[in-house]
């Protein structure tokens, strides 16, 4: 891994990560975990707030300066660095024991993902990037594969992942979304983080979802670039510059086919502001 101003945060990020895996695994599929709705319909875990609070309580000893925004204690501080926490992504997944779920950590310097950092413990990987160092996935730092997307040029030939349908259902976008998908040679469900993710291992070339919050794409925003590919909302906006409060529709490509799935997609009457 190249060596950037922003190494030692991506040590820490897997110092954080390293020290909530083993709480989230103990957690999984733990039948007396209490779980609630939230305003929004989404599930939220005790082991959702016990794993944020682990993560704010080691970022104030180690980034005492630094701001923190967790999607479920809302946000400390603000200063030009802060750190935005997902603990667990794919909560819905985490309770029915699916293993596609992960704690996500980004690091934004003026606003700018620099950091960003997936552990999937049940999946037994992790995915990082830094701004400047590349993206790479492996079980640790020390055993690690440099990413890049793939080189796909025809969409007629990608394959696409999302979350689920029923978002787009939910948001008036499912013609675009049958748009996109027909126009692709593959469709699956990966879901949540897995597909960006993928994006940017080059096994998926297309990765999209109607509406995501904050901390569901910082931390994969450095993951996408660094691999060599490119994240946007469907018009093209910046897609972590929505308050915490709002969500944004989000794609990620490989870059080479970005133009040609934004231009499906980006017709849809939906707000970014």
């Known amino acids: 891994m190249n060596t950037t101003p922003y190494t030692d945060d991506v040590r820490l990020a897997h110092t954080l990560a390293d020290s909530v895996d083993r709480v989230a695994m103990a957690r999984f599929t733990d039948h007396s975990m209490s779980v609630h709705m939230k305003d929004d319909g989404t599930p939220v875990t005790d082991a959702d707030r016990e794993i944020e609070q682990l993560i704010r309580a080691q970022l104030q000893r180690a980034r005492i300066r630094d701001g923190v925004a967790g999607e479920e204690s809302g946000t400390m501080g603000t200063t030009s660095r802060q750190w935005v926490i997902d603990p667990i992504d794919g909560t819905s997944n985490f309770v029915r024991g699916v293993p596609v779920w992960a704690t996500l950590i980004a690091l934004l310097d003026e606003g700018e993902p620099v950091v960003g950092l997936v552990s999937a413990p049940a999946l037994q990987r992790r995915w990082w990037a830094a701004k400047g160092s590349g993206s790479y996935a492996g ?14 040029a025809n969409i007629a030939n990608s394959s696409l992942s999302y979350s689920d349908f029923a978002g787009w259902a939910e948001n008036g976008m499912e013609q675009r979304f049958f748009s996109l998908a027909q126009s692709v040679k593959r469709t699956r469900a990966y879901g949540d983080f897995w597909s960006y993710c993928l994006v940017a291992e080059g096994a ?52 080479a086919l970005h133009s040609k799935a934004q231009g499906l997609l980006s017709d849809i009457g939906i707000s970014e502001d």
Request: proline share 3%.
């Open 204 to 255: 998926v070339d297309i990765a999209a979802d109607p509406q995501l919050n904050m901390h569901n794409v910082a931390a994969l925003v450095p993951i996408v670039r660094e691999a060599g590919g490119k994240i946007t909302t469907f018009n093209g906006n910046n897609a972590t510059s929505t308050t915490y409060s709002q969500r944004t529709s989000v794609l990620a490509t490989n870059g």
């Open 139 to 152: 079980k640790s730092l020390a055993r690690a594969t440099r990413l890049e997307v793939s080189k796909v």
